[in-house]
């Protein structure tokens, strides 16, 4: 098995900024890639970024220029930091993790959730 922790959630006015993190642990073959989504009330779950073994980065529209997602291979950790924050950023973020196993058949892992609210 695989657990996910993720830190760094809170409560931040509009145009702050916060950094998520994501430490991945347990049986772990090999990691493809990591990514946060987030889920807002009545919404559905949805990609906020993602991140490859190989470095490379996807984002969703609506944060890009404003979120970057980095990682570190070595300890199958991931982060965000989220920049000029806007009141519609408001949700629970959730950390994900493909992972490989021996055979390469892929695995998704999930975190527990951080909420993350913007409000003045």
């Known amino acids: 098995q695989v657990q996910l922790v993720e830190s760094g959630g809170g409560l931040v006015q509009p145009g702050g900024s916060l950094r998520l993190s994501c430490a991945a642990s347990?049986?772990?073959?090999?990691?493809?890639?990591m990514g946060w989504y987030r889920q807002a009330p009545g919404k559905q779950r949805e990609l906020v970024a993602g991140?490859?073994?190989?470095?490379?980065?996807n984002y969703a529209d609506s944060v890009k220029g404003r979120f970057t997602i980095s990682g570190d291979n070595a300890k199958n950790t991931v982060w965000l930091q989220l920049n000029s924050l806007k009141p519609e950023d408001t949700a629970v973020y959730y950390c994900?993790?493909?992972?490989?196993?021996?055979?390469?058949?892929?695995?998704?892992?999930w975190g527990q959730g951080t909420q993350v609210t913007v409000s003045s």
């Open positions: 994900n993790a493909e992972c490989l196993d021996y055979y390469n058949v892929p695995y998704d892992y």
């Open positions: 347990g049986r772990i073959f090999r990691i493809n890639s």
């Open positions: 991140i490859t073994s190989g470095g490379s980065t």
